[in-house]
C-alpha cells in the first residue's frame, strides 16, 4: 500500500503536479549572521576556502572547506538552543526525532504590513483574522511568516540596523505561547534573521518566540526565502538540519512541496 | 732607518705583450698561458727551468696563483700572487729582483693578465671590495669613473687644472698610440674630439675613461749573470718604492703614497728627475697623471696644470710620456693595467720598442697606482729602470 | 629648488610597464648597522669605544686603534661637500634606468669622508646634513641633504626612491570604519594622496557620522571588506587591485581575555582570523599586483603598512590571544617584507601604544590620539622607514625590552 502511495507521489512530482519549492539562502559570505554587541561572542559568518581547483594542490577534483556557525544562513533552531528549552527531552538537533523534520505549513502573509512598519509585530488578532480567510492552523503545522525580507537586497536593507538595533518584523510576546496552547504548532520561521522582531529584546519576556518555542520543545526556522511561492495552506515542508551532536541548530536545506497552483 | 740594499746583479728582461681584445670568450688561464709561453719561447729558458712565477689577475677566480700552477703544469719554488691593481707591475718586479738576489728563485715570471667577457666589467666592480661593496658601489654603481670623477671634480676645484689640460695629456697619448700596433685605438685624436665627447660622470668625459678589455702582459727577473750568458738585452734596477693606504686622514686625494717615498727613490737610485729620459705612469685617469708628475717630484703640488701646458708628451717631445699610448689608448687589461708602463719601459731600454721608441733612452720611471678600495686608490709604487749593458 | 612632483598622467594602457629593479642590496654584516639606524630613521654610525674615532665604512675593528669595541652611536650628521659628480653612464639597470645621478663626497664634522647620494638643493662645496635612508632594496645610504629644508625638498627624484610619500597616490585603509581608520584616511586625504578607499566589514551597519564622512571628500571611495572573507578580498583585489599604491591594514579584533584565562579559543580565533590570516589574504590578493606595479611610472605601488601594536613585542596577559595575534602578525609582516624586498615595496610595521577608542575605555592614560598615530604613519611614510614606535607608551616599554626583558614579562603581567 505506502509503496503504491509512495510511487504515486513520484508520479505527481514527476508531472509536476505537485512542485518543490527550495526555501534556501545561498550560503555566500557576505550573507549576514545575527549581529550581537561586539564584546559578546559572535557567530561565523560563513567563509570558504578552496581546497583545490584542478591545480597543483589537487589536479584532477575541485574542492573547498567552509566554515559557519549552527545559525548561519537558512537554519534550524533546535530547543537546546535557548535556555528555556535547555531541559526539554529530544532537543538538539541530533535527538530530534526525524519524522519532525517533515510537516506541513500554514504561510500568514504579512508582506504589506511589513512594507510600511518594519517593526511590524505579528498579533493573535491578526492570526484569527487569517484563519477566518484560510481556515483554521492545523495541529503540528509550521507556521512560516511571509514578510517579502528575503526579497531586501544587500546586508544593510536585510539587517536593518540603527543606532536602536534591527528593525525586522516578528511576532508579538501574546502570540506565540498561543499558537503553542491553542494550535500546537510544530514551529515558527521567518524570512529575517532571526524568529523574533528585530526589537523583541523590548517586549516581554524578551525574544518571546525563542522563549515559548523552544521552552514547549518546538523549533525555528529563519532566513527563509520564496514564501510567496507558497499556498497559505497545503505546503509541506522538509527541513532535516545536520547531525550534530549535542547541536543547537544548523544551517539546512528547506524544501517545499506544494500542489502546483 | 737601514740604508735599503741596491738591486745589483738581477735583471728584467723578456717585455711581452699578449695582443689585446675587447671581449675574449677564453677565461683568465689562457691569457696567462699564453704570456708564460712567449716567455719561455723568447728567452729560450725551458719551462722547467722557470723556478719562480708571480701572478696577477682579476678574473681567475675561484684560482689563485696555486691554482694556475696546476692548470700550466708548473712546479716553480717561488710563487707569488699580488693583487694590487695598478700596482701589480711595479711590486712584482721589486719582490722578483729580492728573491732572485736572495738566491730564492733562478728565473722569475711576472704575468699579469685578464680577460674580458660581456658582463665581467660589472661583475668584478661590484663585487671589487668590501669597503667598495658596502659604502661605493650602492651609490649608483659608477664603477671607477664614479670615484674618479670626485677626485678629479675636487682637483680641479683645488688647483686649476682645466678639461683641456686633461685632454691635452690624453691627445699626446693617442698620438704615441698611433705608432703602437697593440693599441685597441687606432684612430687619431684632437682635442676639440676630446672636449665635444660626452659626459660620463662629470666631469670625467669619454676619452678620460680606458676601455675595459682582455689581455696579458709579462717578463722575466733573473740575474744578469743567467741573462748575460742567454744573450738577453736587459734592464737594471736602480731603485724601487711602494705604499699602501697612504694619508689616510686626507678627506679626498690629492696626492698619492709616492709623496711619502720619493725622496727615497732617487737617494737610493742616486738620482734625479732631471735625470729621466722618459715616464711611464698609471694613466686610468688623466687626473692620476697630474698626482704623479707631481708627487714624483716633475713640479710642485698642484703645478701639474702648469707643466702640462708647458710640456710635449708624445714620444719626440719634451717629456716622453706613456709611450705605448698608456691605457687610455691601448686598453685596460685588467690587472694587465698595472703591467703596461712597466712592459713598455722595459722596452724602450731594451730597444725593442720600434717606432715607439725614444731616443737615447737610458733612464726611464714606471709608476703604478692601484686598487680604489673605498674612495681612494690604496697602491703605489715606482720604479726607476736603466738600459743594462751589453 | 625642487619641482613639486606633478600629479602622475594617466598611464599608457598599451605601454609595457616599467617593471622594479633594484639598487645594489649587498652588504658586510658590520654595514648592516647602518640599516638598523635607517629602518628607524635615526643616524648612526660606529664609534671607538676606545680611542672615539667615528668609522666609515663600517669596521669590524677601530681604523685608528684596532679596537674591536665599536660601538652603534648617533653622531654629528653635518659636514662640508668637497667634490661631486653627475652619474651620466652606470653599470648598474637599476641605476640606468634613473639616470643622471648626482653622487658626492661629504667629509664629516664627525670625521670620515663619505660618498652620499647628493640632493639637487645642495650648492657644491657647501654644508650639507647626512641622513640614513632606506633605498629601495631596503639597505641604508647616505643621502647629503641641504642643510636647511627647501621648498619640496622631498619630492627629488632621489629622495623619492627612499620613501613612501603618500601624495599622489592611491591607498587602500583596509578597515576605515574603525576610529583609527578614520582618522587614517583623513591624514592621507590632507597628505595629498589622489584617492583613499575605505574598506568597510560591516556595510550593515548604520552611522550616519560614517557617511557624512565618506561624503565629505570626494576622494574617498568606499569598498566593501572583510579581511576574514577570502571571497570579498578577492573580489575586492579584483576590482581596485591595480590601483592600490600604498595599502594601510588598519583592522584589528582587540578583545580581552588571555590564555587558561578564556573560555575557549572564540575570541583568539577571531583575533587571529582578522589580524594574521587577514594580513595573509590581504597579501595574497593585493601584493603581487603591487609587486608587479613596484616601478609603474613616478607614482608605482611603494608601501605596505600593517598596524601592529607594541604588544606584538610584549604580551599583555590581560589580552593575551590579542598580543599573540599580534605577535603572530609581526611574524608574518617579516615574511612578507622578505617577500615584497624583490620588487622594492617597503613593508613599515607600526607599534602604537594604547589608542583612544572605545575597546581602551579602562586604560589609564596616556593613550594615543587616533589621529595621533595617523599622523605619525604619514611621516613615517614620508621619511621611509619600516619600523615606527608610536607614543611614550610603546617608546618607553621598547626601551625596557632592550633593558630588560624580563621585568617587563614581570611587571606587565602584575
Known amino acids: ?261 | 732607518m737601514r740604508s735599503r740594499q741596491s738591486y745589483d746583479g738581477v735583471a728584467a728582461a723578456v717585455p711581452f705583450t699578449v695582443p689585446y681584445a675587447r671581449y675574449s670568450t677564453h677565461a683568465a688561464h689562457w691569457w696567462l698561458g699564453r704570456a708564460l709561453a712567449a716567455l719561455i719561447r723568447e728567452s729560450g729558458i725551458a719551462k722547467a727551468d722557470i723556478d719562480g712565477v708571480c701572478v696577477s689577475s682579476f678574473t681567475l677566480g675561484p684560482d689563485t696563483a696555486v691554482g694556475l700552477m696546476q692548470h700550466l703544469g708548473m712546479s716553480p719554488r717561488w710563487l707569488d700572487h699580488i693583487p694590487m691593481g695598478g700596482a701589480s707591475g711595479v711590486v712584482a718586479l721589486r719582490r722578483a729582483a729580492r728573491a732572485v738576489q736572495a738566491g730564492d728563485a733562478e728565473v722569475i715570471a711576472c704575468i699579469a693578465g685578464d680577460t674580458n667577457h660581456v658582463d665581467s666589467f660589472r661583475h668584478t666592480v661590484s663585487q671589487f671590495s668590501r669597503f667598495a661593496q658596502d659604502a661605493v658601489y650602492p651609490y649608483g654603481a659608477g664603477g671607477p669613473n664614479a670615484s674618479f670623477a670626485l677626485l678629479t671634480d675636487h682637483y680641479m676645484r683645488q688647483y686649476g687644472a682645466t678639461r683641456e689640460d686633461f685632454g691635452k695629456l690624453c691627445v699626446a697619448q693617442r698620438d704615441n698610440a698611433l705608432r703602437n700596433p697593440h693599441a685597441l685605438m687606432k684612430k687619431p685624436l684632437t682635442l676639440a674630439q676630446y672636449l665635444d665627447a660626452r659626459p660620463i660622470t662629470d666631469p670625467i668625459h669619454l676619452f678620460d675613461c680606458v676601455m675595459p678589455c682582455a689581455g696579458a702582459e709579462g717578463f722575466l727577473v733573473m740575474t744578469e749573470e743567467r741573462a748575460r750568458a742567454l744573450k738577453l738585452p736587459r734592464v737594471r734596477i736602480r731603485s724601487t718604492i711602494e705604499r699602501h693606504n697612504a694619508y689616510p686622514d686626507d678627506p679626498i686625494q690629492f696626492r698619492g703614497g709616492w709623496a711619502m717615498d720619493r725622496d727615497a727613490l732617487y737617494e737610493h737610485a742616486g738620482l734625479s728627475p732631471a735625470d729621466v729620459d722618459f715616464v711611464e705612469t698609471y694613466d686610468d685617469y688623466p687626473v692620476i697623471n697630474m698626482l704623479q708628475f707631481e708627487d714624483l717630484g716633475f713640479c710642485a703640488k698642484g703645478e701639474a696644470p702648469a707643466f702640462v701646458r708647458e710640456h710635449d708628451f708624445t714620444i719626440d717631445g719634451s717629456f716622453p710620456f706613456n709611450t705605448s699610448g698608456g691605457q687610455l689608448s691601448v686598453g685596460q687589461a685588467g690587472a694587465a693595467g698595472g703591467y703596461l708602463g712597466l712592459v713598455q719601459a722595459l722596452r724602450q731600454l731594451t730597444n725593442v720598442a720600434g717606432a715607439m721608441q725614444v731616443a737615447d733612452a737610458r733612464i726611464g720611471l714606471v709608476s703604478g697606482f692601484g686598487m680604489i678600495n673605498y674612495d681612494r686608490g690604496l697602491c703605489s709604487g715606482a720604479a726607476l729602470l736603466e738600459r743594462g749593458t751589453a | 629648488m625642487t619641482d613639486a612632483t606633478p600629479k602622475p598622467k594617466r598611464k599608457n594602457p598599451v605601454a609595457r610597464t616599467r617593471l622594479p629593479t633594484l639598487p645594489p642590496a649587498s652588504r658586510s654584516r658590520a654595514a648592516l648597522g647602518l640599516a638598523r639606524a635607517a629602518a628607524e630613521g635615526r643616524f648612526e654610525m660606529q664609534a671607538c669605544a676606545d680611542c672615539g674615532a667615528v668609522q666609515y665604512p663600517p669596521r669590524e675593528v677601530c681604523g685608528s686603534c684596532l679596537s674591536e669595541r665599536l660601538d652603534w652611536r648617533e653622531v654629528a650628521n653635518g659636514g662640508a661637500l668637497i667634490a661631486t659628480t653627475t652619474l651620466r653612464h652606470s653599470n648598474d639597470p637599476y641605476f640606468r634606468e634613473r639616470l643622471p645621478w648626482r653622487v658626492g663626497t661629504v667629509k664629516m664634522d664627525a670625521g670620515p669622508s663619505v660618498v652620499a647620494h647628493v640632493h639637487e638643493d645642495c650648492h657644491e662645496a657647501g654644508r650639507v646634513r647626512l641622513a640614513l635612508k632606506l633605498d629601495r632594496s631596503g639597505q641604508a645610504v647616505l643621502h647629503a641633504l641641504p642643510a636647511e629644508d627647501t621648498p619640496n625638498m622631498n619630492d627629488s627624484p632621489q629622495l623619492r626612491e627612499t620613501h613612501c610619500d603618500p601624495k599622489h597616490r592611491r591607498v587602500l585603509v583596509t578597515d576605515g570604519r574603525s576610529t583609527l581608520g578614520r582618522a587614517m584616511v583623513k591624514a592621507l586625504l590632507d597628505a595629498g594622496a589622489s584617492t583613499v578607499f575605505i574598506g568597510d566589514p560591516a556595510t550593515w551597519k548604520a552611522d550616519a557620522g560614517f557617511d557624512a564622512f565618506v561624503a565629505s571628500d570626494p576622494r574617498i571611495e568606499p569598498v566593501a571588506l572583510d579581511v576574514t572573507d577570502t571571497d570579498s578580498v578577492d573580489r575586492l583585489a579584483a576590482s581596485i587591485g591595480a590601483k592600490v599604491e600604498i595599502l594601510i591594514n588598519t583592522a584589528d579584533h582587540l578583545r580581552d581575555g588571555g590564555v587558561m584565562n578564556a573560555r575557549d579559543v572564540g575570541l583568539a580565533r577571531d583575533a587571529f582570523d582578522v589580524n594574521v590570516l587577514g594580513l595573509m589574504r590581504l597579501a595574497q590578493a593585493f601584493g603581487p599586483t603591487m609587486c608587479f606595479r613596484a616601478a609603474d611610472g613616478t607614482h608605482g605601488a611603494v608601501a605596505w603598512v600593517n598596524l601592529l601594536s607594541i604588544h606584538a613585542l610584549a604580551a599583555l596577559p590581560a589580552r593575551g590571544a590579542w598580543s599573540a595575534s599580534k605577535a603572530a602578525a609581526l611574524s608574518a609582516a617579516l615574511t612578507l617584507r622578505a617577500e615584497f624586498g624583490g620588487a622594492g615595496i617597503r613593508v613599515m610595521n607600526v607599534f602604537p601604544g594604547p589608542i583612544d577608542d572605545e575597546w581602551e575605555q579602562l586604560t589609564p592614560p596616556p593613550k594615543l590620539a587616533p589621529s595621533a598615530v595617523a599622523a605619525a604613519v604619514v611621516r613615517g611614510l614620508r621619511d621611509g622607514v619600516e619600523d615606527l614606535y608610536v607614543g611614550d607608551v610603546a617608546e618607553e616599554l621598547r626601551a625596557r625590552l632592550r633593558d630588560n626583558q624580563k621585568a617587563v614579562e614581570r611587571e606587565l603581567g602584575g
Not at chain 1, 519524522?99 to 504590513?113: H, L, P, R
Not at chain 1, 539587517?159 to 518584523?169: F, I, K, Q, T, Y
Open chain 1, 1 to 261: 500500500m505506502s509503496t503504491a502511495i509512495l510511487a504515486q507521489f513520484m508520479a505527481e512530482l514527476l508531472s509536476g503536479r505537485i512542485r518543490l519549492v527550495d526555501l534556501t539562502q545561498t550560503l555566500t559570505p557576505e550573507f549576514p549572521t545575527i549581529v550581537l554587541p561586539p564584546e559578546l561572542g559572535q557567530a561565523w559568518p560563513f567563509r570558504i576556502e578552496e581546497i583545490s581547483r584542478y591545480d597543483e594542490r589537487g589536479p584532477a577534483w575541485y574542492w573547498n572547506n567552509f566554515s559557519c556557525s549552527e545559525h548561519t544562513g537558512t537554519h534550524f533552531d533546535a530547543p537546546v538552543h535557548w535556555v528555556t528549552g535547555k531541559d526539554q527531552p529530544n532537543n538538539a538537533v541530533d535527538s530530534i526525532p526525524v519524522d519532525n523534520f517533515i510537516a506541513a505549513a500554514c504561510v500568514i502573509d504579512v508582506s504589506a504590513e511589513a512594507a510600511k512598519n518594519p517593526d511590524f509585530l505579528l498579533t493573535i488578532d491578526f492570526v484569527e483574522k487569517w484563519e477566518e480567510k484560510h481556515g483554521r492552523i492545523p495541529e503540528r503545522s509550521w507556521v512560516l511568516l511571509r514578510t517579502d525580507w528575503s526579497k531586501r537586497s544587500g546586508a544593510k536593507e536585510y539587517l536593518n540596523m540603527a543606532e536602536d538595533g534591527a528593525h525586522s518584523p516578528g511576532p508579538d510576546a501574546e502570540v506565540v505561547p498561543w499558537l503553542i496552547r491553542e494550535r500546537h504548532v510544530h514551529g515558527f520561521g521567518t524570512e529575517s534573521i532571526g524568529t523574533d522582531a528585530g526589537q523583541a529584546h523590548h517586549l516581554n519576556p524578551p525574544y518571546p518566540c525563542h522563549y515559548f518555542m523552544h521552552g514547549n520543545n518546538r523549533y525555528g526556522l529563519q532566513c527563509l526565502t520564496n514564501l510567496d511561492q507558497l499556498p497559505p495552506q497545503g505546503a509541506l515542508i522538509l527541513a532535516a538540519p545536520l547531525k550534530i551532536r549535542n547541536g543547537s541548530g544548523s544551517p539546512l536545506r528547506v524544501l517545499a512541496l506544494t500542489p502546483h497552483i
